[in-house]
Structures are given as C-alpha cells and as structure tokens.
C-alpha cells in the first residue's frame, strides 16, 4: 500500500523559513513526479511546485522563494519555503504519480495527509 508521510510543518513569523518533507514507500519503481498542494480555510486547493519528469513548476505566488527538490533515492520530495508571509498559511500536502493535467492543476495518483504551516505576521 502506497503512503505519502509529510513532514516539517510548523508556525513561524513573517519572513521565516520551513524545511517539509514527504517520504512515499509502499512504491516499487522511481517517481518521476512529486508536487506540493496547499489549501487554505474556505480557498480552493493550489498547486505550489511540482517536479515532473525532470522540470519544476512553482505557482507564481512562490516563485523566488520555494525551492522543491527530490531524493530519487529514497522516493522523497522536499520543499523549502523561505521569506514565508501570512498568506502562505494553508494545509500543505504531498503528492505523488501525476495523473491528468498540467503540473500545478494536476490530479495525482497518491496524496498524504497534509502537514500545516501558520504563518503569523
């Protein structure tokens, strides 16, 4: 059975940074394709960066400030979130298998269970 973990969420003040993680196990073959979603209360989910077969994709909102990288290794995604502002708040989940769709509007094959970020100003 396939699981995503996320990990590294947390509170922190305007202008701080954070460090989430997602591990997938449960998966046998390379993961070509890994994103980041986030939802905040009463908003509508959004696609925040995407690795996808070699190309990354960051949500305009982002740009400049997430990085996300994998470990094929270990079938992980990363994402660092640096110079984080109030509207960065949100549930944010991991995602892997992209399965339709453009990268930052795709549906995915696996989701976790989120991991949240607050950021107070």
């Known amino acids: 059975q396939v699981q995503l973990v996320e990990s590294g969420g947390g509170s922190v003040q305007a202008g701080g940074s954070l460090r989430l993680s997602c591990v997938v196990s449960g998966y046998t073959y390379s993961i070509n394709s890994m994103g980041w979603f986030r939802q905040a209360p009463g908003k509508e989910r959004e696609g925040v960066a995407v690795?996808?077969?070699?190309?990354?994709y960051y949500a305009d909102s982002v740009k400049g400030r997430f990085t996300i990288s994998r470990d094929n290794t270990k079938n992980t995604v990363y994402m660092q979130m640096n110079n984080l502002t109030p509207e960065d708040t949100a549930m944010y989940f991991c995602a892997a298998v992209r399965l339709t769709g453009a990268p930052l509007e795709a549906k995915f094959k696996h989701y976790g269970q989120g991991t949240q970020v607050t950021v107070s100003s």
């Open positions: 690795y996808n077969f070699g190309n990354t």
